[in-house]
């Protein structure tokens, strides 16, 4: 799912907008990474990995990292991939558990949320969530992004993809500080909310 969304967003970025299709001929429209058939067949083939419940290889994953690193508007790219793939992760969710979610009350309801919140990203992002008992949250964990990004980049699509699990599961409002990074000399990467978070 990560490599997935973080190819979404590279398309979605890279993608003329429709005033540019009409007003240049097709040899002229610019020739960018997210629009060529390259990036559209992988992207179908990491869709079909996701639907297959597969993944691929941390290298795999590394190199592409390091190819969007390059850009410019890499921390663009970064943050949208990150919220697509908590997305992604959310529509994998059992419908029972979907249901059972959305029909509790509201503190019920983020108190699961966070649970499940917990689980996605341990299991699509390889992070620990922990809810202390004022309501801060802390992520940690050590995603390839530094492997991939040394300067630290990278890790905005770990930090944006937790903080759209937890608004969207666990009634999160707020930022998530990026507290120690690996890239920093931290030996775990660690993101904080600054006040409580998780609302009743």
């Given at each position: 799912?990560?490599?997935l969304a973080?190819?979404e967003a ?10 540019v299709?009409?007003?240049l001929?097709?040899d002229?429209?610019p020739?960018?990474l ?10 179908e083939?990491?869709?079909?990995l996701?639907?297959?419940?597969s993944g ?6 590394i ?6 690193g390059?850009?410019?508007?890499a921390g ?7 919220r697509?793939?908590?997305?992604h992760a ?7 558990a ?6 509790l009350?509201?503190?019920?309801r983020h108190r ?11 299991r699509v992002?390889?992070v620990?969530?922990?809810l202390?008992?004022?309501g801060?949250?802390?992520?940690e ?5 530094i492997e991939?990004?040394?300067e630290g980049s990278?890790?905005a699509l ?5 903080s759209e699990?937890?608004?969207?599961l666990?009634?999160?409002e ?5 507290a120690r990074c690996?890239?920093r000399g931290?030996?775990?990467c660690c ?5 409580q978070e998780?609302?009743?």
């Amino acid at each position: 799912m990560v490599p997935l969304a973080v190819l979404e967003a590279v398309r979605s970025l890279d993608r003329p907008t429709s005033a540019v299709l009409e007003e240049l001929p097709q040899d002229f429209v610019p020739k960018r990474l997210g629009a060529s058939r390259t990036v559209q067949g992988q992207i179908e083939r990491y869709a079909r990995l996701a639907g297959q419940g597969s993944g691929v290889g941390v290298e795999e994953l590394i190199q592409l990292l390091r190819l969007v690193g390059r850009r410019n508007d890499a921390g663009l790219v970064f943050s949208d991939a990150g919220r697509r793939a908590a997305r992604h992760a959310m529509r994998t969710m059992p419908a029972a558990a979907r249901g059972l979610h959305r029909a509790l009350p509201t503190k019920a309801r983020h108190r699961m949320g966070f649970r499940l919140a917990r689980g996605i990203a341990h299991r699509v992002f390889g992070v620990t969530a922990s809810l202390d008992e004022a309501g801060r949250i802390t992520v940690e964990g050590s995603p390839p992004s530094i492997e991939a990004v040394p300067e630290g980049s990278a890790c905005a699509l770990y930090g944006s993809g937790v903080s759209e699990l937890l608004r969207t599961l666990a009634g999160f409002e707020g930022d998530m500080v990026h507290a120690r990074c690996r890239g920093r000399g931290g030996d775990v990467c660690c993101w904080k909310t600054a006040t409580q978070e998780v609302s009743e």
